[in-house]
């Protein structure tokens, strides 16, 4: 019976796998058509505004609608959303999609019905998609500096300061967007205006928010690249150090690459000869930058979840790759300030809250399916693969956490009872016999730790930070 439900499970497991897959590749491909018709715009004379154009950006739209639908429901499962925590963020984090839907079908018909959209809309998107990813990611930021509190990992600690970096990205693009668009951004943008808009020189304060948003995204790539070496870093003795180091660094340098002015100068004579063509071959090159990254990225978890036999644990893996795929992926604002007619790139915009919270509800849920399942904390202790370290760690203080609640609670209850009335105090000594007995089935925490601490230390591997 036991070997059937498991079998169900894995099948289960491995349809809502593809099902994401699926999913992912025609959104990834539906983002890099959104934002490069806007990017290309700028060099063939803006967007045309016609009939074809809002077509697209209905079909685009669609495709956003009915992918975070999939997504969301693929991602659900209610035993893993007992925490009330998690249950407001998936909860919140539903009915902002929707709000997203209903805004994007709003800006649909106010071009319809007007030839025009209200850019405060542009606004509104951004404001709820990156402060969903404050949120998120400052949550699971928190998560990880907790368990690192417990247990003393790189790991951990590289991927809360990752974390805290692409809040304050967050951040940044929200001042960045609400700047940009109230300082001489037209409150009507349509054709009668400009299909794009001309790019000014820019100002005092422009400078300042464009140069915090080039430090801070600039950071935020780099601590989330640095965390994923040092999660992939067994690899380096498989395939050896110097073929390690060249496939991970193969998408630093590639981000890199395009603040370098010196490849304009490089190719000067062809950007003389034809400049329409190659700023747009240029463009859309270096627009690949951070998806590029964005694959590194969930490729680490992806690595992690081909060695593990847990359908549930494997699953929430997947699902944390994917979002650090859709973040870095969809994570291109600026591409808003130029006002266009139609606003090819929102619904870009609009994977931003949907990756963080598939990031957050991935990590979460695979500490919470370690620290109830002993079957895969076992397997986790007879592993020597670093990769591994990651979830082992945030399973077992994850745990320690649980039973250290549980323990608070039920003191609580014995000190209650401890109280009562001398009439109840005949019933208080069978009831306090029955709190020792659940004691004694969760263990107490100091044991715990230390039995823990033992099996760890002797399963954990020697190679050196």
């Given at each position: 019976?036991?070997?059937?439900?498991?079998?169900?499970?894995a099948v289960g497991t491995n349809y809502q796998t593809k099902t994401i897959f699926l999913a992912a590749c025609i959104i990834i491909a539906s983002i890099l058509i959104d934002t490069s018709i806007v990017k290309t715009s700028v060099y063939t004379g803006g967007l045309h505004g016609s009939t074809a154009d809002i077509l697209l950006f209905t079909i685009i739209t669609l495709i956003y609608a009915i992918g975070q639908y999939v997504i969301l429901k693929v991602t659900t499962v209610k035993e893993h959303f007992r925490t009330r925590d998690m249950i407001i963020v998936h909860k919140s984090a539903v009915i902002l999609q929707y709000v997203l839907i209903a805004i994007l079908l709003i800006t649909i018909l106010q071009m319809i019905l007007t030839s025009s959209y209200s850019s405060i809309i542009l606004k509104i998107v951004t404001w709820i998609n990156y402060s969903m990813s404050i949120v998120f990611l400052g949550i699971l930021s928190k998560k990880f500096i907790s368990w690192y509190s417990t247990r003393r990992n790189w790991i951990l600690i590289a991927y809360a300061i990752a974390m805290i970096f692409l809040c304050m990205y967050g951040i940044v693009s929200i001042i960045d967007i609400s700047y940009g668009l109230t300082h001489g951004g037209p409150t009507k943008v349509g054709i009668t205006k400009s299909s794009v808009a001309s790019i000014d020189t820019p100002s005092f304060i422009s400078s300042i928010v464009n140069s915090a948003y080039f430090i801070i995204s600039l950071l935020a790539f780099i601590s989330t690249w640095f965390a994923t070496v040092l999660l992939l870093k067994h690899y380096s003795n498989k395939i050896g150090k110097a073929k390690y180091w060249i496939l991970v660094s193969i998408p630093l340098a590639y981000f890199l690459t395009q603040f370098q002015t010196i490849l304009l100068y490089l190719f000067t004579p062809i950007r003389l000869t034809d400049p329409i063509i190659f700023g747009i071959t240029y463009t859309l090159v270096f627009s690949a930058s951070k998806p590029i990254g964005g694959i590194?990225?969930?490729?680490?978890?992806?690595?992690?979840?081909?060695?593990?036999?847990?359908?549930?644990?494997k699953k929430y893996m997947i699902i944390s790759g994917y979002g650090l795929l859709l973040l870095f992926t969809a994570s291109q604002h600026q591409i808003l300030l130029l006002n266009p007619y139609p606003p090819f790139g929102l619904p870009t915009i609009c994977y931003v809250g949907l990756a963080s919270y598939l990031i957050l509800i991935g990590v979460y849920s695979s500490a919470l399916s370690v620290a109830r399942d002993k079957e895969v904390r076992m397997e986790f202790y007879r592993s020597a693969m670093s990769q591994m370290s990651l979830l082992k760690t945030i399973g077992v203080s994850e745990m320690e956490k649980q039973l250290m609640k549980d323990f608070k609670s039920i003191d609580k209850r014995t000190r209650s009872l401890e109280k009562v009335s001398r009439y109840e105090k005949d019933n208080v000594k069978e009831v306090l016999h029955g709190l020792v007995d659940e004691m004694d089935k969760e263990n107490a925490r100091e044991i715990l730790h230390d039995v823990l601490t033992e099996l760890y230390s002797k399963s954990r591997p020697k190679d050196k930070f």
């Open positions: 019976m036991t070997l059937n439900l498991s079998h169900q499970a590194l990225f969930g490729i680490s978890f992806w690595i992690v979840s081909r060695g593990l036999s847990n359908p549930q644990v």
